[in-house]
């Protein structure tokens, strides 16, 4: 995986914690990592290979902990906390975030409330005019919604 990939992943964990309501302090540190990890010149593989754990510590934003995430990932694809959190919140969701005027609160209480984690569920919830039912989706929002699905 490259960096890019690695900083991508972080990004949407962060995102999906966004969705969960999670601590913001945690997402922003993902976020913050990924931001790092997205334009380090060297590849991080060549940094866990040579260095390992304290050579990534020395990347802005990357702590241990973060640092034992990148090496999870670049040993088997992918970490623990991806794991258990899109085993509770599906990655799908962030496809929500895809159509206009659907951003991290709404998409959270499409998920949470109604249930609402992927394309297709949004589909059969705007088909059954489930949009009147969110609150803060006004009539403009709702119509933007709506045209982005049928595309």
């Given at each position: 995986m490259d960096n890019e990939s690695i900083a991508r992943r972080f990004y949407q964990l962060?995102?999906?914690?966004?969705?969960?309501?999670?601590?913001?302090?945690r997402l922003r540190s993902y976020r913050n990592a990924g931001e790092a990890i997205e334009t380090w010149p060297t590849p991080l593989r060549d940094i866990a290979r040579k260095e390992g754990v304290a050579g990534l510590q020395t990347i802005p934003?990357?702590?241990?902990?973060?640092?034992?995430?990148?090496?999870?990932?670049?040993?088997?694809?992918t970490?623990?906390?991806?794991?258990?959190?899109?085993?509770?919140?599906?990655?799908?969701?962030?496809?929500?975030?895809?159509?206009?005027?659907?951003?991290?609160?709404?998409a959270a209480t499409?998920?949470?409330?109604f249930?609402?984690?992927s394309l297709p569920d949004l589909r059969k919830f705007v088909a059954g005019g489930g949009l009147e039912l969110v609150d803060g989706i006004g009539p403009k929002t709702a119509e933007r919604i709506k045209e982005s699905l049928q595309t």
């Open positions: 962060a995102t999906l914690m966004e969705i969960r309501g999670d601590d913001p302090f934003g990357v702590g241990k902990a973060i640092a034992g995430k990148i090496v999870e990932i670049l040993d088997r694809g970490f623990d906390v991806w794991e258990r959190i899109t085993a509770e919140t599906p990655a799908t969701v962030l496809d929500l975030l895809e159509i206009p005027g659907i951003g991290p609160k709404t499409l998920h949470r409330k249930k609402v984690s």
